[in-house]
């Protein structure tokens, strides 16, 4: 039977057994034997059913309930606000009250959201699995491409050169459409495509990259060169991605004009629930046996195997899960903004994910949805006033919360009001 890993890699000290960090050398600790039950003869085994006075210790933890009372009026408060409310003030109400909400602040809502599922992708492997990926752009960029090539067959001969072939192709004497174009004109097919083109590069890279057993800062720095190595790929007008320009002009999705208000509002709804969805599926997840052996591959890996459990295919699984949450809200993302190029798979833009979660605080899962609406906000209002100096307050940021924050928005404010919950239940029981 294997115990709990969470449990079990802390429940050997390094102080006593030096050896625990290699398992290959640690040394078996012994157990204590059971306490007696009152009146028990010490050494018989209690019969079936019978309680002994103490919990075993190989004996999982009732897992918690996935949201209390407040999470769920907070989720309910959030759906209402998305689904109801923002499309209300936006269609209904007329264009010079005070309470319209303008279609540009739904497209950047909606641009948010999908941010803060990046945000989310990061925070369940760098701040549960403790592995920080500078790279996780290339997913939601491929994400992306792939919603942005069905929307550039979506304009069909409407295009400038009136052609069947996207613009670009024209332009560069194409006679026909590449193979990997070949299922860009379904939806269903692109929507799979969304899916599982970043969920295989992710798969192929993650299983040679823990199985090599590369950590830290190495693995970081070949995130970051992959990704830079695929956006020099698709900057090459052969690929047939549209070279510097990218995809952009698009008209229809599903047959309908992609410039609408309807059309905005329902990819700002889909967005939101989406990110919600996320939200919740991941706090599931990171509450269930899945992340309590992630947060054992964060704190001690050698001693989780020391326990019986294989790193790899939990640190693999949740690699591929994050990749499908980026590559989904770049299939989002497309839509709204209207144009996808290889500037998408920027270092920099990986490096922003990054902040977002730290900013927001790791492994809380709601602190990065926090950071990426905080920082992109701040991004969206400096950048029209001065926006030489955006990257230099995004660096400053990260420094700062590095050494002053390390927890994030959600540490700081937990500290405060844990601190005032605990002053008021010691005032009650004093």
């Known amino acids: 039977m294997r115990a709990d890993p969470a449990a079990l890699a802390m429940s050997l000290p390094s102080s006593t057994n030096p050896a625990a960090h290699d398992p290959a050398t640690a040394l078996p600790v012994a157990e ?10 010490p050494g018989a085994i209690p019969p079936s059913g019978a309680s002994t006075g103490s919990a075993s210790p190989l004996q999982l933890p009732q897992r918690p309930a996935l949201l209390g009372r407040a999470g769920w009026l907070a989720v309910l408060a959030a759906m209402t606000v998305a689904c109801a409310l923002l499309p209300a003030l936006n269609l209904l109400v007329p264009a010079d009250h005070p309470l319209h909400v303008d279609g540009y602040w739904i497209s950047l809502l909606g641009k948010f959201c999908c941010y803060a599922m990046c945000a989310l992708a990061m925070d369940l492997i760098w701040g549960f699995a403790g592995i920080l990926s500078l790279g996780h752009g290339l997913y939601f960029a491929l994400g992306g491409y792939a919603m942005g090539m069905y929307l550039m067959r979506q304009i069909g001969t409407d295009g400038q050169y009136r052609s069947a072939l996207p613009d670009f192709m024209v332009f560069l004497d194409w006679k026909e459409l590449p193979w990997h174009w070949a299922l860009s004109d379904s939806f269903l097919a692109t929507m799979l495509l969304v899916l599982l083109v970043p969920g295989g590069i992710a798969f192929v890279f993650g299983f040679f990259a823990f ?70 599926g991941l706090r599931w997840l990171t509450r269930a046996k899945f992340g309590r052996v992630l947060s054992a591959v964060r704190d001690a890996e050698s001693r989780l195997m020391f326990c019986g459990y294989s790193p790899l295919p939990y640190k693999l699984a949740a690699w591929v899960l994050s990749a499908l949450i980026c590559g989904l809200a770049g299939a989002l993302y497309v839509p709204q903004v209207g144009i996808i190029n290889p500037g998408e798979m920027s270092v920099a833009n990986s490096i922003e994910i990054a902040v977002w979660a730290a900013v927001g605080g790791r492994g809380t899962l709601a602190g990065p949805i926090a950071g990426a609406f905080a920082v992109n906000g701040a991004k969206s209002w400096l950048t029209q006033f001065a926006p030489e100096y955006w990257l230099y307050l995004l660096g400053a940021l990260f420094v700062a919360v590095t050494l002053f924050m390390p927890d994030g928005i959600a540490g700081l404010l937990k500290r405060k009001f844990g601190a005032k919950s605990a002053g008021k239940t010691g005032e009650a029981t004093a």
């Open 32 to 41: 204590a034997p059971p306490v007696a039950a009152s009146g028990a003869t």
């Open 211 to 280: 199985r090599s057993r590369i950590k830290g800062v190495y693995f970081s720095i070949i995130t970051q060169a992959m990704t830079y190595a695929a956006m020099l790929l698709f900057f090459r007008n052969e690929t047939g991605f549209g070279g510097n320009n990218g995809f952009t002009d698009f008209k229809r999705l599903l047959g309908l004009s992609i410039t609408t208000p309807g059309m905005r509002m329902t990819l700002f709804v889909l967005s939101a629930v989406a990110l919600i969805g996320c939200y919740l």
